[in-house]
Each structure stands twice: as structure tokens, then as C-alpha cells.
């Protein structure tokens, strides 16, 4: 029943795209400033149907229909009501028809916030979109349905992957899929502006908010998946450089350099082409990542969703909307001209835009290098945290440099001297940073300069907040900047202060570490209505500062799909978390222990979610202006 | 005619990068355990963890049915799956057990088949995993069933458990 309901929407959303698409190119050609009311009304037709669809799937995993191939693979009867609603998305059919639901969403969100655009401009955007959305509807129809039937029917079901068994991971994809699906809309604009010849200013002003919207869900998408990694995988840190991590800053990287020069566009009327291009090249990166992760071709954690005959789909996808949209670029381009005076705003927003390249293409280079190597050549390699620490590190530097100074600038010509004020403050950060090495010790070249230069740009933004006090517009920068100024000041530290050890303990027997004591006091099993857990009391005294702190890591056993996961026990304090995870060793009391103290754990994701805080408030102003 | 070389050149990138992309998914065969079955499995020669003997794709061509089973000490599934090892160790004489052992320490593995009986015919390192790599393996444990033709019969992804163990016999009788 849920099935049928399920497949007759999406064909819905087929005929409706392909009747969207056939009105609107008749309406391009109709001379007057109105889109035609059915236009409209197709559109908000298209978008129940989708909404529709999707809450269809919804109940079949609520009310655990297990006729539903999808739901009997990725779900049972005695799956938590959150983690029934979760697994939705938690698998590839499910998520791919989530991306459709967000394509359809922002196509008509679009179409209606953007009245006082131009609507040859607007009716090519809304054509192109539908073009996507009839690409990911054919896939999803030939090759991930996720209405599809199985009989005779089971009476119970697989199970959902119980890594994903997270609050975290319940709701990493869809802000993710906001963030990179959300790029979607700019592209078909981006083409929108070329072929209208609706540029400029004006063009700045019709895709900004949602450049902002994406940037926030990315920025947030990208943060919770990190946790999750930290938290459930056990991998304890905060970046690992694996390939699907990689593939999820790509698209990160163009739309933060995007979400700086639509600004240029904005006041100055210039970098149009420039725009352009990032608008393009943020989904067709976003796109490429789904490709990269989808399609097995890269080897992670993300394997549960791959197949290569998606991948082979997505690739087709990928060809053609690359060919398209560089054959309109080569036709329509505009060249700009553009002659900055140095000491200008848009100067420095320039050269911010070139360091977001640089650091997207080393990463691309970094993840596509051993793709490239295996196919060519047959030779297996990975490129690891080493590269990227040698690449990016002496990058960051003038980067954050110029993120302190580049603010201060006036857009045109500034006249002010900043060098004063730059030695002051650098001053200043030196002083702090003889307090750090006198805190903590000594520690290396590069995590020194990072962290003056991290401070440097901490102080500027503190100096910001005291003259910005009448200026709201100058608030979500402030904000943003100096959330990117904590996050790199927190890893600089936490890179070089992390204490990370592992050891064999059995019940009962102590292990003495630099200042900490570990007592393995006790285990004991317990049974959840999923799972079986295997829970282990640890008692971490800090002879140092006499404190003490329990921790209880735990191995569960789920029986659907029966599989084993480590959870580990994480204190998280203020200044550092404690971090113990335990894993059996086969026919022996012995467990292995892994015990880590990373100092301000806490503060990388605080400063990660103030980033994103950063474009919620841009948002919210915007909203009040309007 | 004007050439615009910025043209070709990004032209060009794009086509060898999706070609790149193509070959890869092509070569991904390795990574999709639903393809494997039907094909006759890659050449390898790994050494015996006992004694260096050298166990090739030839040795398993004495086999009516060999049973490759990649697993690791530090693994812990694959203690899970070890009862139904040693059930097809003990009663079927028809089927051979190939034991990969993948990124481990000799000690280790020693110990581990000390303590939970030693199931298989024949137990080979593959310390740095390239061969089970060949052999399409992305997780551990993992298991292949072939034939006397190395053809693969049946693939098993993560631990094998009672239904398994039963298609396995049921594929051997």
C-alpha cells in the first residue's frame, strides 16, 4: 500500500518537472515581467508530492513495513521510534530520495523569494533545476527505488547499521544534504544568469542568501559528522583526512571563497565570471563527492552505500552536467575587467579566494592522487595526515593573517595605515604566547607560529566586537572569523598537547601513566532492547591535581545485524577530555585499553559551530532587513 | 581559426578525469562482493605462518572445495564466526580451510589459534592486506567459497553465522 502510494509520487514529481520545464520555456518567450500563475502551482504541486513521498517512506519505517525492500533492509520492530524515523536517510535509497526532496524545496523557495528578479532569469533557473531533478528521479526510479517490494513478505527485518545508531548520525546527513543538494540552486542560477544575461549586482543579490543558507548547513553538516566520528567510531581526534572527509570540504572550500566574492559582486559589480565559476564548480564538486562515496570507487566508512553500477549513473550525471555547463560557460562568459588598488577590500577577498583554492585543490590532489595512481598504474597508495600537515600548515599562516587585516580594509581605496595597529597586536600575541609555552611547556616551530598567528587574529576580532557595538551588519563576520580563530588556536594546541597511550589491563590491576592512575575496577553486562553491552568501571585519578573521574567504555553486541561496536567513555571537561576505549582480547581477562587526554576537545567543536553561528546571524539580520 | 588553448586544456582535463573516474569504477569490481561470485579468483602466493611454506592459488587446485577465510587477532567478529569453522574442520573432509591472515603480528595470531583451536588446512600472513585486497576484501572478517576450478561459489561479508555455515554445507554435499 505504502509502496504504491510512494511510486505513483514519484512519478508525480517525473510529470511534474517535464510539465514545469515545458511551461516555463513557453513562458520565456511570452514578453511581459509576470511568470504565468500555473507555473506556480505546478511548482508547489511538485513540491507536496515530494514532501509526500518522502513522509510515505517515513511511515513505512515507522510502522516497520517490511514488504518495503528498503525498510526490511534498514530497519526492525524493535528499533527505537528515533532510530526507525533515522534510518530513512541511513541508507542510499532513502537518502537519495532526501536530495530529491531538498532539489525540489529550494527550486520552489527560489521561485518565490526572488519576485523582484528578472524572470527570464528566473524561469531558466527554475528549467535547469528541473533538469537535475528529473537526472536524480530516473536514478533513483532504475536504480535505488526505494518503494520497491519484496515477497513474500518478511516477518521482521535486517536491522539498521548499528554505527549509525546515533543521535549525531540521525542528523549529520540531512544538514549535509541541505549544505551540498542546497549548491544545487546556484548552479541552475548561475546558468539562469548566464543565458538571461541576468549578471552583475543584481545577480549577487538574487543567489547570496542561499550561497549563506548552504554555507551554514555545510559548515554544521560537516561539524556533527566529525563528532560522530569522534564519538562513535572511536577514531579520537577531530579531522582524519579520509578520503569522504575530503570529499565533504571540497565543495566547503568553493563555497566559502563563493561566499566572499558574491560580496565583491555585490558592492563593487565586478568578479561576475569568477562567481559564475564557483557557483558551477560547489555542486559539481558536491556532486563529485557524492560520486567518490557512492560509487565504491574510494574505500571507507561510508562503504555501506556504495555500488558501482550508482556509481556509474552518478558518473554519467557528473559528464553532462560538467559538459553543459562549461560549453554555456565558453559561450556566454564575460570576461571582467577589474584593476584593485592593493590596499582594498576586495583585494584581500581576492587573495582569501585564492588560499580557499589552493587549500581545495591540495586536498583534491590528496584524494584523487590514489584513485588516479591504483587505475594507471596498479599501485596502491593512501595519502595521509603527513602530506596535508606539510601543504596546508605554512598556508595557514598568511591566511589568517589576511583574514585579521582584510576586514579592517575599506572597500575601493583605503587610506588608513593599519601597519601601527598590526604591531601592536602582534605584540600582544606574543605576550600570550610566552604565557602558553610558559603553561605548557615547550613545544614545535609550526604549532608556535600557528597559535601567534591564531591569537593574532583573536585579538583583532576582540577589538572588532568593542568598535562594532552600533554595527549589527559587522556581527556575523565577527562572529565566523572568530570561531575560525579559536578552531585553528584549539588544534594548534590540541595537536601538540594530546597524550594518547594503549595497554592490556585486567579487572582489578592498576595502570600508573605521567600523572594519571587507571584502575579497571569492574565489568559488568547489561541488556538494552537492541543490544547486549559489555560495560567496563574505570577509575582515572589525577595524582597531579588529586581529582577523580569514572569512566565507563562499553563493547555492545547488537543481534540485528549481529555485529560488535566499541563505544567509548568520554569525559568532557573544559580543558580537556578523557577519552578510554576498551576492546576484548580473545580468551583472555585481559582487555585493551586506549587512553587518551586531548586538551580542549570541546572547544574545536565550539568554535566549528560558531563558524556556522557566523551565517545564522547574517540570515537572521537579513530576515530583519527585509 | 583562433585555437583557445585554456579551452583544450580544460577540455581535456575534464575528459581525462572522467575517464580516470570510468577505469576506476571498472577496477571497483574489487570492492562489490555480488560480482566476485562466478569469477575464478586472483593468482597469489603468501607464505605459512608456521613455516614459510609458500601457499599458492595451485595448492587449493587439490581441493574439492576450498573454504578462504580472511581474519585477524585483533578482530573481534571473527571470534563470533570461529565456532563454525572449527564445526566444518571437524566434520567434513570434502572442504579444505584457507586461513588469511590479514595485518597482524605472528604472535598474535599464534596465540589466538592456541586459544580458540586452529580450524584451518593451511593459515598464510598477508601482513600489509594487499592480497586480500585482490581478493576484493574491504572489511574482516570475510569469507570465499571456491571450487576445485578456484571458481568463487559463495561469498560471505562480515561473520559467518548459522545460516551461512548451513548454505555452506548445503553447497559441498
Redesign the interface.
Do not use: C, Q, T
Given at each position: 500500500m505504502l509502496s504504491n502510494i510512494g511510486s505513483t509520487l514519484i512519478f508525480c514529481i517525473l510529470s511534474l518537472s517535464i510539465l514545469i520545464i515545458y511551461n516555463s520555456y513557453v513562458d520565456i518567450k511570452i514578453k511581459n515581467q509576470l511568470i504565468k500563475k500555473s507555473i506556480y502551482n505546478l511548482s508547489l504541486l511538485q513540491t507536496t508530492a515530494t514532501v509526500m513521498s518522502f513522509f510515505t517512506l517515513v511511515a513505512g519505517f515507522i510502522f516497520s513495513d517490511f514488504s518495503i525492500v528498503n525498510v526490511y533492509e534498514n530497519s526492525h520492530s524493535d528499533k527505537p521510534l528515533f532510530y526507525k524515523v533515522a534510518g530513512t536517510w541511513g541508507n542510499h535509497e532513502g537518502s537519495l530520495l532526501l536530495w530529491i526532496n531538498i532539489l525540489v524545496l529550494f527550486s520552489y523557495l527560489f521561485l518565490i523569494y526572488n519576485l523582484k528578479h528578472n524572470k527570464k532569469f528566473r524561469l531558466y533557473t527554475l528549467i535547469f533545476q528541473n533538469f537535475l531533478i528529473i537526472g536524480f528521479v530516473i536514478f533513483l526510479l532504475l536504480n535505488s527505488n526505494p518503494f520497491s517490494l519484496i515477497y513474500p513478505v518478511p516477518s521482521e527485518g535486517l536491522g539498521l547499521n548499528p554505527i549509525l545508531q546515533d543521535p549525531a548520525l540521525a542528523i549529520h546527513p540531512p544538514l549535509l544534504y541541505v549544505g551540498f543538494v542546497g549548491c544545487s540552486i546556484y548552479f541552475s542560477a548561475a546558468i539562469g544568469s548566464m543565458l538571461s544575461e541576468y549578471n552583475g549586482k543584481r545577480f549577487a543579490l538574487s543567489i547570496k542568501p542561499w550561497v549563506q543558507i548552504s554555507w551554514v548547513f555545510q559548515t554544521l553538516g560537516i561539524t556533527v559528522g566529525s563528532i560522530w566520528a569522534y564519538y562513535e567510531l572511536g577514531w579520537g581526534g577531530f579531522w582524519f583526512w579520509d578520503p569522504v572527509e575530503n570529499a565533504s570540504l571540497l565543495p566547503w572550500f568553493a563555497i566559502s571563497a563563493l561566499m566572499h566574492s558574491v560580496m565583491v559582486l555585490e558592492k563593487r559589480n565586478t568578479l561576475y565570471e569568477w562567481v559564475i565559476i564557483l557557483c558551477l564548480l560547489t555542486f559539481i564538486l558536491s556532486v563529485m563527492g557524492t560520486f567518490l562515496v557512492r560509487s565504491g570507487i574510494l574505500n571507507s566508512v561510508h562503504t555501506f552505500a556504495s555500488d558501482p553500477s550508482r556509481g556509474l549513473y552518478i558518473l554519467i550525471f557528473l559528464s553532462l552536467m560538467i559538459f553543459t555547463s562549461l560549453i554555456i560557460f565558453f559561450k556566454k562568459r564575460k570576461k571582467d575587467e577589474y584593476n584593485f588598488n592593493p590596499n582594498s577590500k576586495e583585494t584581500f577577498i581576492l587573495a582569501n579566494n585564492w588560499f580557499m583554492i589552493f587549500f581545495l585543490v591540495t586536498v583534491l590532489i590528496g584524494t584523487l592522487y590514489p584513485i588516479f595512481l591504483d587505475v594507471l598504474t596498479n599501485i596502491k597508495v593512501s595519502v595521509g595526515p603527513p602530506f596535508y600537515n606539510i601543504v596546508i600548515i605554512p598556508f595557514v599562516i598568511p591566511f589568517l593573517l589576511l583574514m585579521a587585516i582584510g576586514p579592517q580594509i575599506s572597500w575601493i581605496n583605503s587610506k588608513k595605515n593599519y601597519l601601527l595597529k598590526t604591531i601592536y597586536i602582534l605584540g600582544g600575541a606574543l605576550v600570550i604566547n610566552l604565557f602558553l609555552f610558559y603553561f605548557f611547556g615547550s613545544y614545535g616551530f609550526y604549532s608556535n607560529l600557528i597559535l601567534i598567528i591564531a591569537t593574532f587574529l583573536i585579538l583583532h576580532l576582540i577589538i572588532d566586537v568593542k568598535k562594532s557595538l552600533k554595527k549589527k551588519f559587522e556581527y556575523p563576520r565577527i562572529v565566523s572569523h572568530l570561531g575560525f580563530g579559536f578552531l585553528v588556536f584549539f588544534i594548534g594546541i590540541n595537536y601538540q598537547h594530546s597524550v594518547e597511550t594503549d595497554f592490556n589491563l585486567r579487572v582489578g590491576e592498576t595502570q600508573k601513566l605521567n600523572n594519571y592512575e587507571i584502575f579497571f575496577e569492574n565489568i559488568k553486562i547489561e541488556k538494552n532492547k537492541n543490544y547486549k553491552s559489555v560495560i567496563g568501571d574505570f577509575k582515572i585519578i589525577d595524582l597531579k591535581k588529586n581529582y577523580v573521574q569514572y569512566l565507563s567504555p562499553e563493547i555492545r553486541i547488537y543481534a540485528k545485524p549481529e555485529t560488535l561496536t566499541y563505544e567509548a567513555a568520554i569525559k568532557s571537561r573544559i580543558n580537556s577530555d578523557l577519552y578510554l576505549t576498551m576492546s576484548n582480547i580473545s580468551r583472555s581477562d585481559f582487555y585493551n585499553i586506549k587512553f587518551q587526554n586531548k586538551p580542549f576537545m570541546i572547544w574545536i567543536w565550539i568554535s566549528a559551530l560558531m563558524i556556522a553561528l557566523g551565517g545564522v546571524l547574517q540570515l537572521m539580520l537579513k530576515k530583519n532587513e527585509n | 581559426m583562433k585555437i583557445n588553448f585554456s579551452?583544450i586544456i580544460?577540455?581535456s582535463f575534464?575528459v581525462f578525469?572522467?575517464s580516470?573516474?570510468?577505469?576506476?569504477?571498472k577496477?571497483?569490481?574489487n570492492?562489490?562482493t555480488k560480482?566476485l561470485t562466478g569469477s575464478e579468483i586472483s593468482s597469489f602466493k603468501l607464505p605459512s605462518i608456521y613455516n614459510g611454506d609458500i601457499i599458492s592459488d595451485e595448492t587449493l587446485k587439490q581441493n574439492q572445495f576450498t573454504l578462504i577465510n580472511f581474519f585477524a587477532?585483533?578482530c573481534?567478529?571473527c571470534?563470533?564466526e570461529h565456532k563454525y569453522l572449527i564445526k566444518l574442520a571437524n566434520h567434513n573432509k570434502d572442504i579444505k580451510i584457507l586461513g588469511i591472515n590479514f595485518k597482524d603480528k605472528k604472535k598474535n595470531v599464534i596465540n589466538?589459534l592456541n586459544?580458540?583451536d586452529d580450524p584451518y588446512d593451511y593459515v598464510v600472513e598477508d601482513q600489509d592486506g594487499?592480497t586480500s585486497?585482490l581478493f576484493g576484501i574491504?572489511?574482516i572478517p570475510e569469507t570465499i567459497l571456491i571450487n576445485k576450478e578456484l571458481i568463487i561459489i559463495k561469498k560471505i561479508v562480515?561473520?559467518i553465522?548459522k545460516k551461512q555455515f548451513e548454505e555452506i554445507l548445503n553447497f559441498i554435499q
Open positions: - | 579551452k580544460i577540455f575534464v578525469l572522467i580516470v573516474f570510468w577505469m576506476g569504477l577496477n571497483n569490481n570492492y562489490n560480482n587477532s585483533w573481534a567478529p571470534r563470533l589466538f586459544e580458540l594487499k585486497i574491504y572489511g562480515g561473520p553465522d
